[in-house]
Each structure stands twice: as C-alpha cells, then as structure tokens.
C-alpha cells in the first residue's frame, strides 16, 4: 500500500534534505501548501476562484478548504505511489483531517519527526554562513571556512550570514516551532503514527533510517 508521509522537523533539523533525498530515490513527490496555493493563485478552476475570493477578503482558508486542495493536488497521477508533505498538517484538527484523506485514496499515513535538541539547532542556524558568488554553505561551528570567512572558492568576497540568524531571533523561531507543533506531536503519538529519527547523525544515516521505516515501518532508533 502507498504511503503518505508528514516529515516533521524544526528549523535546522535537516526536513528539506531529508524530503529531498526522498524525492530522488524513492520517486515520492514533496507537496507543499505553499507551492499548491502559489499555483491555484494563476488556475482557473471552480477551486481555485474559492481559495482567491478567501484571500481577497482577508480571511483565513478554512481548514475544509485546506484539505480539499491538498486532495486535488495529491489525487494526480504523481502521487499515485504515496508523497510526502511538507507543512501540511499544522493542526490536531487538520491531522484528522488528514486521517479521512488517507482512507480515501487507500493510503496509510506515517509521520516522522527528525528528533534534533534545541541547542544543536541554535548552533546549526546562527552559525551558518554563506559565499554570496557561489551559495557554498559553512558553518563556525562544524564546517568552517579554511580561510578567516572567506569561501575556498571565492576568497575575494567575505561570508555573508542571514540578519534572522542571530541568536535572538533564532530562540523565538524555535520556541514557536516547539509551541505551534506540540499538539500535533501529539496527536501522532497518541494514534500510534509517530516516528522519530535521531536527527544528530549524519545526513545519510538520518536518510536510512527514514527509509527504513517508510519501507517496513519499523521504528527506528533516535
């Protein structure tokens, strides 16, 4: 039976390379939200009047509505095999919702959640730098640049570092990642759907153990 996943993960766990690396090697497509309200923003379809006519007036897209364009998106023929969600759902409510969605396309649901501790993360974000000619990605902490700041590549141009990766600003994304999912959390491990993954390891071992559990549902060891 095909599967759908919710990879859960706060920022800096590594979601975004795990999902890809899902995308490449199982052939599972990443469906986010926010990609499907961007493309029903130029469709011109019964559903797509809906979500515009919401947004115009400055409401919220109700959670029903919500989880009809996740429905239509994931009922095309490239999520036939199961997919993974990227910031969907949010909520206990739209986890629910999500439950009902899956008995309807005959999939079963498995939400995994990379299991990083929160000063890891703070490391991991504010110390990223970046070379702004190529994108080379550092880290002061676990990948620093040879040369004082610069990029091996580039030493002309200093590494530039994101003014919202301060340490500050990273607590309070992280705070409210960790106040916002909770429930969600749990939600999945009262109904038995949830899996976490030691997000410390390195990116393949974190990527093995996924797979490990999107193929024989085994849980693996964080």
Same mark, same amino acid.
């Given at each position: 039976m095909s599967k759908i996943i919710v990879l859960m993960g706060a920022p800096g766990a590594g979601k975004g390379t795990q999902a890809r690396l899902l995308q490449e090697r199982?052939?599972? /497509?990443? +469906?986010?939200?926010?990609d499907i309200f961007r493309a029903l923003s130029k469709?011109?379809?019964?559903?797509?009047?809906?979500?515009?006519? +919401?947004?115009?007036?400055?409401?919220?897209?109700?959670?029903?509505?919500? &989880?009809?364009?996740?429905?239509?998106?994931?009922?095309? $023929?490239?999520?036939?095999?199961?997919? &993974?969600? $990227?910031?969907?759902?949010?909520?206990?409510?739209?986890?629910?919702m999500?439950?009902?969605?899956?008995?309807?396309?005959?999939?079963t649901l498995t939400a995994i959640l990379i299991d990083v501790p929160l000063e890891l993360l703070e490391k991991r974000i504010t110390g990223r730098r970046s070379c702004p000619i190529c994108g080379e990605i550092y880290n002061i902490y676990f990948k620093p640049?040879?040369? $004082?700041?610069?990029?091996?590549?580039?030493?002309e141009r200093e590494l530039t570092h994101r003014a919202d990766d301060?340490?500050?600003?990273?607590?309070?994304?992280?705070?409210?990642?960790?106040?916002?999912?909770? /429930?969600? +959390?749990?939600?999945?491990?009262?109904?038995g759907r949830l899996h976490r993954v030691g997000?410390?390891?390195?990116?393949?071992? &974190?990527?093995?153990? &996924?797979?490990?559990i999107v193929k024989n549902g085994i849980v693996a060891a964080a």
């Open positions: 199982l052939g599972l /497509p990443q +469906i986010s939200t926010g469709a011109n379809t019964p559903l797509a009047d809906e979500v515009r006519a +919401i947004q115009q007036s400055g409401r919220l897209i109700p959670d029903e509505v919500v &989880i009809r364009v996740v429905e239509e998106r994931t009922s095309q $023929d490239d999520c036939r095999n199961g997919y &993974i969600l $990227d910031g969907y759902p949010r909520t206990a409510a739209q986890a629910e999500l439950e009902e969605l899956a008995a309807r396309q005959s999939k640049p040879k040369m $004082d700041n610069r990029c091996y590549l580039h030493p301060t340490r500050e600003k990273v607590r309070v994304r992280l705070e409210t990642y960790e106040h916002e999912t909770a /429930p969600l +959390i749990e939600f999945y491990e009262r109904t997000g410390t390891q390195a990116s393949e071992a &974190i990527y093995a153990d &996924i797979e490990r």
